[in-house]
């Protein structure tokens, strides 16, 4: 069979040695635990799920297309609706990226924000994950609770960036502006009631049988096959891998922070929740150090032909406004050459791969995103099971689809 | 090599005598010092670019250097240069802590080249983003079908001369 360009197409392949008795089953892509509109194509021998084939790109709004007719600035908006339960991770990635190719200097208190607000962003991703995934085996409660510790990190990111969910509050050369004035002594407050809170989850859903055992030695993956399909972040480390970005290649000055890396051995779907779990808790470590040790300073770099000048600046000095006027309408130039730039978010890693041909927009971003690989391992942890533990798994590695179609 | 960091290297020569006992690059030649044709070190990135035939083997030769994840692999459309087309392939070393990319360039006529999903599984749904979105194919590729775009789409959308807005 071809289609009408003449390339040929496949029907979904069917395994060898498929019997009368299977049964094929679809799965979404309008379905409440795909967490988005992924469709699966099921082969199932009774309640056994024999094969699983992942169908994806009903998401897909061509957003490295996009890029590319952007200025450099512009992209940092596009960043937020890739993951948009992360949104800071993926301004800071693609930030780092054109930092790289510009060689630009980062002031320590923007670099110190930028790592506080990422834990942040790690945090609400990681909550959204525990809630939704509980709500998936069942457990109702959890989801509202996490919810409720969310909507407190929405309201500091409004704080910041003047928005909820899609913040672009991570700009390159820096920040968009300063945090205003009583943004640390309130993340210091919410910071504080955190563990208290994540005791709270733990008593209902580690402690609690029933969830153990829908998740205890579910959806098995080894070290080498979560290597072999690129799995990465929380499933990698919780298959006993020990890597994070954060702590072995540090960006941003991670390197000044300590912190645990939790990893488990066991490979199963209570492994990763207990590893995202204890990473929750390290996160509140790494904002304390953050505001413990906030370094004084600008939170932009001193680039005037790269970085917005400040509005009374602009209002204020001609210089300034030449500045202004220049970077709005023509952007800037940044120098030609190819950058890869990788971080760790709450998923696993983000890398930004951005090539300049020395213009002011990009040739070429493009963006690697954990759950895009990470989906390619779920026939492995799914197949032999039973078909109800699916769902539990897909839960245990936290896919967001915007990020997977882009 | 922190003290190299700074310094562009823009040939496979001055790599050679710069950083002799860089892995990847003792890697490829002792596998075959023909088959890999340049390298640039800038900004801190290695980048060894490799003749499109040998790229399985030379996946093959770097994994073994101990370049044993693979984070990503996209294509670069250079239109309306030519060569025309430009795969990266982003391979991470767990234990080195030190990522390469391997490059390949291929012409505008049919291009295509050899999968690695042999060596790593997880360039499946990369190579096949590629094929479907630049139109490169990936002999020996389990399942080479459109991913993100409808089967029955015509054209590839990452091409530079396919209009962002679409064809209308």
């Given at each position: 069979?071809?289609?009408?360009?003449?390339?040929?197409?496949?029907?979904?392949?069917?395994?060898?040695?498929?019997?009368?008795?299977?049964?094929?089953?679809?799965?979404?892509?309008?379905?409440p635990a795909?967490?988005?509109?992924?469709?699966?194509?099921?082969?199932?021998?009774?309640e056994i799920v024999?094969?699983?084939?992942?169908?994806?790109?009903?998401?897909?709004?061509?957003?490295?297309?996009?890029?590319?007719?952007?200025?450099?600035?512009?992209?940092?908006?596009?960043?937020?609706?890739?993951?948009?339960?992360?949104?800071?991770?993926?301004?800071?990635?693609?930030?780092?990226?054109?930092?790289?190719?510009?060689?630009?200097?980062?002031?320590?208190?923007?670099?110190?924000?930028?790592?506080?607000?990422?834990?942040?962003?790690?945090?609400?991703?990681h909550l959204i994950w525990l809630g939704t995934h509980a709500m998936d085996i069942g457990a109702l409660t959890v989801f509202l609770y996490t919810f409720r510790e969310?909507?407190?990190?929405?309201?500091?990111?409004?704080?910041?960036?003047?928005?909820?969910?899609?913040?672009?509050?991570?700009?390159?050369?820096?920040?968009?502006?300063?945090?205003?004035?009583?943004?640390?002594?309130?993340?210091?407050?919410?910071?504080?009631?955190?563990p208290e809170k994540f005791d709270e989850y733990s008593n209902l859903l580690t402690g609690n049988p029933i969830f153990k055992n829908r998740l205890k030695g579910i959806g098995y993956l080894?070290?080498?096959?979560?290597?072999?399909?690129?799995?990465?972040?929380p499933p990698?480390?919780a298959s006993?891998?020990?890597?994070?970005?954060?702590?072995?290649?540090?960006?941003?000055?991670?390197?000044?922070?300590?912190?645990?890396?939790p990893?488990l051995p066991d490979g199963d779907t209570w492994a990763r929740y207990l590893v995202r779990l204890d990473e929750m808790r390290?996160?509140?470590?790494?904002?304390?150090?953050?505001?413990?040790?906030?370094?004084?300073?600008?939170?932009?770099?001193?680039?005037?032909?790269?970085?917005?000048?400040?509005?009374?600046?602009?209002?204020?000095?001609?210089?300034?406004?030449?500045?202004?006027?220049?970077?709005?309408?023509?952007?800037?130039?940044?120098?030609?050459?190819?950058?890869?730039?990788?971080?760790?978010?709450?998923?696993?890693?983000?890398?930004?791969?951005?090539?300049?041909?020395?213009?002011?927009?990009?040739?070429?971003?493009?963006?690697?995103?954990?759950?895009?690989?990470?989906?390619?391992?779920?026939?492995?942890m799914c197949?032999g099971g039973m078909l109800a533990d699916v769902v539990a798994v897909i839960g245990s590695i936290d896919?967001?689809?915007?990020?997977?179609?882009? | 090599?922190?003290?190299?960091?700074?310094?562009?290297?823009?040939?496979?020569?001055?790599?050679?005598?710069?950083?002799?006992?860089?892995?990847?690059?003792?890697?490829?030649?002792?596998?075959?010092?023909?088959?890999?044709?340049?390298?640039?070190?800038?900004?801190?990135?290695?980048?060894?670019?490799?003749?499109?035939?040998?790229?399985?083997?030379?996946?093959?030769?770097?994994?073994?250097?101990?370049?044993?994840?693979?984070?990503?692999?996209?294509?670069?459309?250079?239109?309306?240069?030519?060569?025309?087309?430009?795969?990266?392939?982003?391979?991470?070393?767990?234990?080195?802590?030190?990522?390469?990319?391997?490059?390949?360039?291929?012409?505008?006529?049919?291009?295509?080249?050899?999968?690695?999903?042999?060596?790593?599984?997880?360039?499946?749904?990369?190579?096949?983003?590629?094929?479907?979105?630049?139109?490169?194919?990936?002999?020996?590729?389990?399942?080479?079908?459109?991913?993100?775009?409808?089967?029955?789409?015509?054209?590839?959308?990452?091409?530079?001369?396919?209009?962002?807005?679409?064809?209308?």
């Amino acid at each position: 069979m071809t289609d009408r360009a003449g390339t040929p197409i496949l029907e979904v392949p069917v395994a060898e040695g498929a019997k009368d008795q299977h049964m094929v089953l679809n799965m979404g892509p309008q379905h409440p635990a795909t967490h988005g509109v992924l469709r699966l194509v099921l082969e199932i021998d009774g309640e056994i799920v024999v094969r699983l084939y992942p169908e994806i790109g009903y998401l897909h709004t061509g957003i490295e297309k996009t890029c590319e007719a952007k200025f450099y600035q512009q992209v940092v908006p596009l960043t937020d609706r890739v993951n948009y339960l992360d949104p800071l991770s993926n301004n800071l990635a693609y930030c780092l990226a054109v930092e790289k190719l510009l060689d630009l200097e980062i002031p320590d208190k923007a670099q110190w924000l930028r790592v506080l607000l990422a834990e942040l962003s790690r945090l609400n991703s990681h909550l959204i994950w525990l809630g939704t995934h509980a709500m998936d085996i069942g457990a109702l409660t959890v989801f509202l609770y996490t919810f409720r510790e969310r909507e407190e990190i929405l309201r500091l990111l409004e704080a910041v960036a003047g928005q909820r969910m899609m913040t672009s509050y991570i700009r390159v050369g820096g920040l968009a502006m300063e945090p205003p004035i009583d943004f640390l002594p309130r993340v210091q407050a919410f910071i504080k009631t955190l563990p208290e809170k994540f005791d709270e989850y733990s008593n209902l859903l580690t402690g609690n049988p029933i969830f153990k055992n829908r998740l205890k030695g579910i959806g098995y993956l080894s070290a080498e096959d979560a290597i072999a399909y690129g799995v990465t972040g929380p499933p990698l480390r919780a298959s006993g891998v020990d890597i994070d970005l954060r702590r072995d290649m540090p960006y941003s000055s991670y390197e000044k922070f300590q912190f645990k890396v939790p990893v488990l051995p066991d490979g199963d779907t209570w492994a990763r929740y207990l590893v995202r779990l204890d990473e929750m808790r390290e996160s509140i470590k790494i904002i304390q150090q953050a505001l413990d040790g906030m370094p004084e300073g600008s939170v932009k770099a001193d680039a005037p032909k790269v970085v917005l000048p400040d509005r009374e600046k602009m209002k204020t000095q001609m210089e300034a406004l030449i500045h202004h006027f220049k970077i709005v309408t023509e952007g800037f130039n940044v120098p030609a050459g190819e950058v890869y730039q990788g971080i760790e978010c709450g998923h696993g890693q983000i890398g930004f791969y951005v090539v300049s041909d020395g213009t002011a927009k990009p040739w070429r971003v493009h963006m690697r995103y954990p759950s895009f690989a990470t989906l390619q391992a779920l026939e492995t942890m799914c197949k032999g099971g039973m078909l109800a533990d699916v769902v539990a798994v897909i839960g245990s590695i936290d896919i967001v689809l915007g990020e997977i179609d882009r | 090599m922190s003290e190299s960091i700074k310094k562009t290297l823009s040939s496979k020569l001055e790599v050679l005598e710069a950083m002799p006992n860089h892995p990847a690059v003792q890697a490829l030649q002792r596998w075959n010092s023909e088959a890999w044709v340049d390298a640039r070190f800038d900004r801190g990135e290695m980048t060894l670019t490799v003749a499109p035939e040998s790229i399985l083997e030379a996946a093959a030769a770097v994994q073994a250097a101990g370049y044993n994840f693979f984070e990503d692999m996209t294509a670069v459309d250079w239109f309306p240069s030519s060569p025309r087309f430009q795969l990266s392939y982003h391979i991470l070393s767990h234990k080195l802590l030190e990522r390469i990319r391997l490059r390949v360039l291929l012409e505008e006529t049919d291009p295509a080249v050899e999968s690695i999903t042999s060596i790593w599984p997880a360039a499946n749904f990369f190579e096949r983003e590629v094929f479907d979105l630049f139109g490169i194919r990936f002999e020996g590729h389990p399942n080479l079908r459109r991913i993100m775009m409808p089967e029955d789409w015509q054209g590839h959308p990452l091409r530079k001369d396919y209009p962002v807005e679409g064809y209308r």
